[in-house]
């Protein structure tokens, strides 16, 4: 027993021993490490090894991205920078400057502040790079032999040599491979001199509308911009009309389908001449003038917003200036802008004086256009359209109010007892009960003596309502003929 109690104390010495030992142990690691981290970084050493790799990747990376956008711009040189779409030229450029700047991140040990700004400068420059190297003044070598309007219609290859043209035969080649593709569709090349990045998503569209394409592609260049628009369905002659709305055309090939135009931004109007106060001020003396310009410029959204204003102000003043330049807008295709058009015709309803045969022409063909797109049809113009040609409006009504009663029960109570005729050719024992109920509704309201046979046969109906209908109806009608 002695022995068991000695031994005890002998053991756990020993235990401690070996803790200690392994704490020492333990103490030497650190202490080692401690020694290698303070020989290794010192507070005016701010790269280490793989912070210098870091950091000399990030500068790389960033001043490639930028010589590539340079030499795109030069005239000399062409490379793939230029064959993207504008949209494609700003990802590549600023996911390669957004990357360079995560590189260049934890690549100091110290100076975080100036490493910080680094990065944020790389990132800046990723997002201005395609618009800062592509965006030029209008040199002193710009043409000044344009030709006008009519001319460009009539331009011919001969023109090519004229002086001072930016278009370059290798600036075709992304045109030309379309061509290949597709020889039997329209397409054309048209290059706009001298414009910028900002407004080229605008000009991509309004061309797209313009010349009722499929689609347009832009392709930036060292001088402008090159807009390939594809399966154009105006017609040849309206191209160079259409191009000399965006400036003066300085060389045009109809046959080859490329024009060249020296871009004007006042000519366009993309961007507005007049502050949001004197466009919504009727009070304001330059507010009629104000709206039309915005009438008259590429812009859907804009045009939309002056055409809804100058409808709810109903200004009595300069009426026929205003009816004119919504008719001259109206001459451009808006199909592909459904809001934008729907604005317009509400405006010239508004405007256009009773018995306006040019607008009554324009709100027709919007009101089948609607109607072959199964679009929704602006009351006020249907309104308008019934005031100017009731008779001519009693079939494609009925048709409509047949297919939904309901949302055309205004309309059809326009037409008055112009639409009787068709109704009641509508009245039989096989017609769907709630079409029967809507078409009983309207001849009690509207109806004469000469529909009371048909609706005599509606009286052996097999629904008791229906019947029950029919002879309310019958008896409204006599009550009435008998007055």
Same mark, same amino acid.
């Given at each position: 027993?002695?022995?068991?109690?000695?031994?005890?104390?002998?053991?756990?010495?020993?235990?401690? !021993?070996?803790?200690?030992?392994?704490?020492?142990?333990?103490?030497?690691?650190?202490?080692?490490r401690?020694?290698?981290?303070?020989?290794?970084?010192?507070?005016?050493?701010?790269?280490s090894?793989?912070?210098?790799?870091?950091?000399?990747?990030?500068?790389?990376?960033?001043?490639?991205?930028?010589?590539?956008?340079?030499?795109?711009?030069?005239?000399?040189?062409?490379?793939?920078?230029?064959?993207?779409?504008?949209?494609?030229?700003?990802v590549?450029?600023?996911?390669?400057?957004?990357? !360079?700047?995560?590189?260049?991140?934890?690549?100091?040990?110290?100076?975080k502040?100036?490493?910080?700004?680094?990065?944020?400068?790389?990132?800046?420059?990723?997002?201005?790079?395609?618009?800062?190297?592509?965006?030029?003044?209008?040199?002193?070598?710009?043409?000044?032999?344009?030709?006008?309007?009519?001319? !460009?219609?009539?331009?011919?290859?001969?023109?090519s040599?004229?002086?001072g043209?930016?278009?370059?035969?290798?600036?075709?080649?992304?045109?030309? !491979?379309?061509?290949?593709?597709?020889?039997?569709?329209?397409?054309?090349?048209?290059?706009?001199?001298?414009?910028?990045?900002?407004?080229?998503?605008?000009?991509?569209?309004?061309?797209?509308?313009?010349?009722?394409?499929?689609?347009?592609?832009?392709?930036?260049?060292?001088?402008?911009?090159?807009?390939?628009?594809?399966?154009?369905?105006?017609r040849?002659?309206?191209?160079?009309?259409?191009?000399?709305?965006?400036?003066?055309?300085?060389?045009?090939?109809?046959?080859?389908?490329?024009?060249?135009?020296?871009y004007?931004?006042?000519?366009?109007?993309?961007?507005?001449?007049?502050?949001?106060?004197?466009?919504g001020?009727?009070q304001?003396?330059?507010?009629?003038?104000?709206?039309v310009?915005?009438?008259?410029?590429?812009?859907?959204?804009?045009?939309?917003?002056?055409?809804?204003?100058?409808?709810?102000?109903?200004?009595?003043?300069?009426?026929?200036?205003?009816?004119?330049?919504?008719?001259?807008?109206?001459?451009d295709?808006?199909?592909?802008?459904?809001?934008?058009?729907?604005?317009?015709?509400?405006?010239?309803?508004?405007?256009?004086?009773?018995?306006d045969?040019?607008?009554?022409?324009?709100?027709?063909?919007?009101?089948?256009?609607?109607?072959?797109?199964?679009?929704?049809?602006?009351?006020?113009?249907?309104?308008?359209?019934?005031?100017?040609?009731?008779?001519?409006?009693?079939?494609?009504?009925?048709?409509?109010?047949?297919?939904?009663p309901?949302?055309?029960?205004?309309?059809?109570?326009?037409?008055?007892?112009?639409?009787?005729?068709?109704?009641?050719?509508?009245?039989?024992?096989?017609?769907?009960?709630?079409?029967?109920d809507?078409?009983?509704?309207?001849?009690?309201?509207?109806?004469?003596?000469?529909?009371?046979?048909?609706?005599?046969?509606?009286?052996?109906?097999?629904?008791?309502?229906?019947?029950?209908?029919?002879?309310?109806?019958?008896?409204?009608?006599?009550?009435?003929?008998?007055?």
């Open positions: 027993m002695s022995d068991e109690f000695a031994a005890a104390p002998v053991a756990k010495t020993a235990e401690v !021993a070996e803790v200690m030992a392994q704490s020492r142990i333990l103490q030497r690691r650190q202490a080692a401690a020694a290698r981290m303070s020989r290794e970084f010192h507070a005016d050493v701010p790269f090894m793989l912070g210098k790799v870091r950091c000399g990747l990030a500068i790389a990376m960033f001043l490639i991205c930028a010589f590539v956008f340079m030499l795109g711009d030069s005239e000399t040189y062409k490379t793939p920078i230029n064959q993207l779409e504008t949209e494609y030229q700003y590549v450029s600023i996911g390669t400057c957004l990357l !360079a700047a995560l590189f260049l991140l934890p690549s100091f040990r110290s100076h502040f100036l490493i910080s700004s680094s990065a944020i400068f790389m990132v800046a420059m990723g997002c201005v790079m395609p618009m800062m190297w592509h965006a030029r003044e209008p040199q002193e070598g710009t043409p000044t032999e344009v030709k006008d309007e009519a001319d !460009a219609t009539s331009a011919d290859e001969d023109a040599t004229q002086k043209r930016f278009l370059t035969d290798s600036d075709l080649d992304v045109f030309r !491979a379309l061509c290949a593709e597709a020889p039997r569709n329209s397409h054309f090349a048209i290059f706009l001199t001298n414009q910028n990045s900002s407004t080229r998503t605008q000009v991509r569209e309004s061309l797209t509308r313009l010349l009722q394409a499929e689609y347009t592609r832009a392709y930036t260049r060292a001088n402008g911009a090159l807009y390939v628009v594809a399966n154009v369905r105006a040849r002659s309206n191209v160079a009309r259409v191009a000399a709305r965006y400036g003066q055309v300085v060389y045009a090939n109809p046959d080859a389908g490329v024009y060249e135009v020296a004007s931004a006042e000519k366009t109007n993309f961007v507005s001449r007049y502050s949001s106060e004197v466009l001020s009727p304001n003396p330059n507010f009629v003038g104000a709206n310009s915005e009438l008259m410029c590429l812009d859907p959204m804009r045009v939309s917003a002056a055409a809804h204003t100058l409808a709810s102000t109903n200004v009595q003043v300069l009426r026929r200036d205003i009816r004119d330049a919504i008719v001259q807008v109206l001459r295709p808006w199909d592909s802008e459904p809001e934008t058009y729907q604005a317009l015709m509400e405006a010239l309803v508004v405007y256009a004086p009773q018995g045969n040019e607008a009554v022409q324009l709100l027709r063909s919007y009101f089948e256009s609607n109607r072959a797109q199964r679009r929704g049809i602006s009351l006020p113009v249907m309104r308008r359209l019934i005031m100017e040609d009731p008779d001519g409006m009693v079939e494609p009504v009925v048709q409509l109010w047949s297919a939904n309901i949302a055309w029960n205004e309309m059809i109570g326009a037409l008055g007892s112009r639409a009787e005729e068709q109704l009641i050719a509508k009245v039989s024992l096989d017609t769907d009960l709630q079409l029967l809507s078409v009983l509704k309207y001849l009690a309201d509207y109806g004469t003596a000469k529909s009371i046979p048909a609706i005599e046969k509606l009286l052996s109906h097999s629904d008791s309502l229906v019947r029950h209908k029919a002879e309310k109806t019958i008896n409204t009608l006599r009550a009435r003929n008998s007055r």
